[in-house]
């Protein structure tokens, strides 16, 4: 059980475009999701805590109108890099928690993004 | 910041007990203690989590001291899949509820 899935797992694009990543809990409703960022060789850095039905709440440093995401509903949330450009290129991970606050996250195999 | 430290790396041999440990002296009585590990270009897969109690499941075990401001990871029969950065992790609480920071972790290295 707890199954977090994101797509897609790896994308290419051009500098400029957006680019969406979804992250789906399979066998659960999240009612908390969190998205992190990986650079080679670092640790993984919270970028955003989504919360169904409500704005995410942004970390530090991070740009709310960079990384749009939105929490619709109890097993999707999405996370969209605006105008992405090389220096966006990095790992996103998303994770989710499964019932209580004091309950672990469960993650998701990440997105590799790579902006030309 | 990470409210843990860990040392930067470990050695295993293959088939013997990695005991990882971590200190949080920080940590307040209603806080737990979890444990997450990456395998290179995966997402982090979570391991165990305790709040006083010693803990184990299919995994590992969890030590944690009386005075909670440390504790240890146990991976009892370490195989080669076992190389990974581990991450020890106390939640830091925030607005509105608890944020999960991640700090550099252990790297360990199970060899054959």
């Known amino acids: 059980g707890a199954v977090v899935s994101q797509h897609p797992s790896w994308v290419i694009c051009k500098s400029g475009t957006s680019v969406k990543i979804e992250c789906r809990s399979l066998?659960?409703?999240?009612?908390?999701m969190f998205w992190y960022r990986q650079f080679p060789k670092q640790s993984l850095m919270l970028m955003a805590t989504?919360?169904?039905?409500?704005?995410?709440?942004?970390e530090q440093g991070v740009e709310k109108d960079k990384f749009l995401i939105n929490h619709a509903s109890l097993t999707l949330s999405t996370l969209t890099v605006t105008s992405a450009h090389p220096e966006d290129s990095s790992f996103y991970i998303c994770?989710?928690?499964?019932?209580?606050?004091?309950?672990?996250?469960?993650f998701g195999d990440g997105t590799r993004l790579s902006i030309l | 910041d990470a409210k843990t430290t860990q040392p930067p790396s470990m050695d295993c041999a293959e088939g013997r007990a990695a005991n990882l440990p971590c200190n949080h002296s920080?940590?307040?009585?209603?806080?737990?203690v979890y444990w997450y590990r990456q395998i290179h270009s995966q997402g982090p897969q979570y391991i165990i989590h305790?709040?006083?109690n010693n803990e184990t499941n299919e995994m590992a075990s969890l030590i944690i001291t009386e005075d909670r401001k440390s504790s240890t990871l146990i991976l009892p029969h370490a195989t080669l899949r076992d190389t990974a950065v581990y991450y020890c992790?106390?939640?830091?609480?925030?607005?509105?509820?608890?944020?999960?920071?991640f700090g550099a972790g252990t790297r360990l290295f199970v060899k054959a």
């Open positions: 994770s989710a928690r499964v019932g209580d606050s004091n309950q672990p996250q469960h």
């Open positions: 920080t940590i307040s009585g209603n806080e737990y």
């Open positions: 305790g709040l006083k």
């Open positions: 992790i106390v939640r830091v609480a925030d607005t509105g509820g608890f944020k999960t920071i």
């Open positions: 066998d659960f409703q999240a009612t908390t």
């Open positions: 989504s919360n169904e039905g409500s704005k995410a709440t942004y």
